[in-house]
């Protein structure tokens, strides 16, 4: 019999002789946390509903496997949470038809009742210099950033995550998956926010490109970039954000830090009402290429941040260094509240993410509403 270690985890060695490198990690789906140390891997089961009771972190040279139909339940607010350390690898194999699901453990889930999906790759940040420097991640206290954009955490498609955002303080508080300084060898594919407390899903810095997102019901922006982003996002279904449904900056401490957020976003439907606009520009907002951008039913289709608070977002969008074409605005009262000049968007009628408002084709069977 295979013990389970006090921290739910432990690992049994294929050949004695193998310089103790474990690679059959077990873990206790009642007590799902700890860690995964160099050299283990882990393979969850399909067939069982895993139980999160506190941090559980994939470090270096770790990789943990999730496979479709995966149920993850987490208790314990910001003690619970999943994250990958820098150079720790996680392959999350959902199918369309059969998702893999972190959620709330609680018979009356609300936002906020867990942490969430954490993951920290070798890709350039701002936040930690412009030559590489590191930094450490808001929450889990990880390091994150340097020079390798091309950095691989592994593979993440088909997953939804409920309920996340557990928060410490007003300025410190998880994303239903945070992504610190990943790098463009991930995937990062067909990923649902449901519900969450925070942000849906948000960049900080890195390369990684992310590509049919959905963000339902967040408790402040629904998809957020930030901090060097370097990445492109495609096929993204916003819907009901408290806030901005998409949230664009380049450093909120130095909105002239660099390397500047670089962003190509594209067929993007966003749908609700939030406090902030279809789409945010502040902090220094960076040079970004917006193509068929689909906005129903905000007061404010483009929100940017007036010219004397944010010269830097301003500055970019009379330099053409911020444009939209083929922007598609339905029951929205004003198309911007931009004071300057130039006209950096194009209108045109195009269906965002698939289907305008409705939920995209290729969103239907895994996502929630």
């Known amino acids: 019999m295979l013990a389970v270690s006090a921290l739910a985890v432990t690992s049994c060695s294929s050949d004695d002789d193998n310089n103790n490198i474990n690679n059959n990690t077990v873990i206790d789906p009642a007590a799902f946390q700890g860690t995964l140390k160099a050299g283990e891997t882990a393979t969850l089961d399909a067939a069982q509903t895993y139980m999160l009771t506190g941090s559980f972190v994939i470090q270096d040279g770790a990789q943990l ?16 949470y999943i994250a990958v350390a820098q150079g720790g690898k996680i392959f999350i194999a959902g ?34 210099g412009s030559t590489g420097q590191e930094a450490t991640s808001e929450v889990g206290d990880l390091t994150y950033g340097g020079t390798l954009n091309n950095d691989s955490s592994g593979s993440i498609r088909y997953l939804r995550v409920e309920y996340t955002g557990a ?21 990062f594919e067909y990923v649902q926010s449901y519900k969450g407390g925070d942000d849906g899903i948000e960049f900080f810095g890195g390369a990684v490109n992310g590509k049919y997102l959905v963000s339902i019901g967040s408790g402040d922006d629904s998809i957020d970039f930030a901090d060097g982003w370097s990445g492109t996002g495609e096929y993204w279904y916003i819907k009901d954000g408290a806030k901005a449904g998409v949230e664009g900056s380049n450093n909120g401490d130095d909105f002239a830090a660099t390397p500047t957020t670089t962003a190509t976003l594209k067929n993007i439907s966003v749908v609700g009402g939030g406090s902030e606009g279809g789409i945010y520009i502040k902090e220094g907002g960076g040079f970004w290429t917006v193509e068929n951008f689909y906005v129903d039913g905000f007061e404010t289709g483009i929100n940017v941040k007036n010219a004397e608070s944010d010269p830097e977002s301003n500055a970019h969008l009379d330099s053409d260094e911020i444009t939209f074409t083929n922007v598609n605005l339905v029951n929205v009262t004003n198309a911007t509240n931009y004071e300057g000049s130039n006209q950096f968007y194009t209108l045109g009628d195009n269906t965002g993410a698939g289907n305008g408002s409705a939920l995209p084709t290729w969103a239907q069977g895994w996502t929630k509403m």
């Open 65 to 80: 496997t999730i496979p479709a139909g995966t149920r993850i339940e987490a208790q314990g607010g910001t003690s619970a």
């Open 95 to 128: 199918e369309a038809n059969n998702p893999v699901v972190m959620t709330s453990a609680s018979s009356t889930p609300a936002e906020g009742d867990w942490g969430g999906l954490v993951i920290c790759g070798r890709a350039n940040t701002n936040k930690g």
């Open 167 to 187: 928060t410490f303080t007003n300025d410190k508080e998880f994303n239903g998956v945070s992504l610190f300084g990943v790098g463009s060898g991930t995937t």
